[in-house]
């Protein structure tokens, strides 16, 4: 074989073979620049509804109300029994239901006039999966002052994540867990009427 023919066979092997060396290395790159994605898996959704205040006529008490769908996006029939708070913003936490009587509830189911509506003992149990099986409920919750005007609903049982993190105070592990806040404003003096409403001004996912 001649010298020529012999440095181009040389020449054709290194392209081949620095060709090769470039590929593997576009490939390593692109697998460490961008990871495969793994979607999260889906919780269910609650869209509430923007919050009133409602005044039983019999014993002039009042109560924050508001509603809210649940859908589950799982794909599988789940359990569903939220913990429901509300957190006023001088520091006070009132659990859903605590101090409203059942003659309340009535009230609130018959003003609100949808047969769907379910209160806070009537939904507890299994939704299966799809907005056909969609749920509809009622809070509510005491309102004892009516003078602050930022409130927060807090509702806990509609993820199963959790984080661990130690307590800022002891250094103990805690548990968190996966928990949508709902923040609401009531500007001024709040009427107690049905056609009265204070907005959802935000609303995230956090741990607590």
């Known amino acids: 074989m001649s010298n020529s023919r012999l440095i181009r066979t040389a020449l054709a092997s290194l392209a081949v073979v620095s060709s090769t060396v470039l590929l593997v290395g576009s490939i ?16 269910i ?3 509430p509804t923007e919050l009133r205040l409602y005044k039983d ?16 996006n799982t794909g599988k029939e789940l359990r ?9 913003d001088d520091g006070r936490i009132l659990a859903q239901g605590d101090g409203v009587s059942s003659g309340v509830v009535r009230q609130l189911k018959a003003y609100l006039k949808n047969d ?25 919750f005491r309102a004892d002052d009516i003078t602050p005007t930022e409130l927060t609903v807090m509702v806990q049982g509609l993820s199963r994540e ?14 968190l867990r996966k928990t949508v806040k709902i923040d609401y404003l009531v500007p001024g003096d709040p009427k ?3 056609t009265t409403t204070y907005s959802i001004v935000n609303r995230e996912w956090i741990f607590r």
């Not at 002039?60 to 589950?72: A, C, L, M």
């Not at 569903?80 to 006023?88: K, N, S």
Request: charged share 25%; hydrophobic share 35%.
């Open 28 to 43: 390593t790159d692109s697998a460490l620049a961008a990871p495969s994605f793994v979607a999260p898996p889906k919780d």
């Open 45 to 47: 959704d609650f869209t």
């Open 57 to 72: 006529p019999e014993s002039g008490k009042q109560y924050w109300y508001t509603t809210y769908d649940v859908v589950n």
């Open 80 to 88: 569903f029994a939220p913990r429901i708070e509300l957190v006023v």
């Open 116 to 140: 769907l509506l379910e209160d806070q003992f009537e939904i507890l149990g299994e939704v299966l999966p799809g907005k056909e099986h969609a749920k509809t409920g009622l809070i509510v």
């Open 162 to 175: 959790t984080e661990k993190k130690p307590n800022p105070k002891t250094g103990d592990m805690v548990t």
């Open 192 to 194: 107690p009427r049905g």
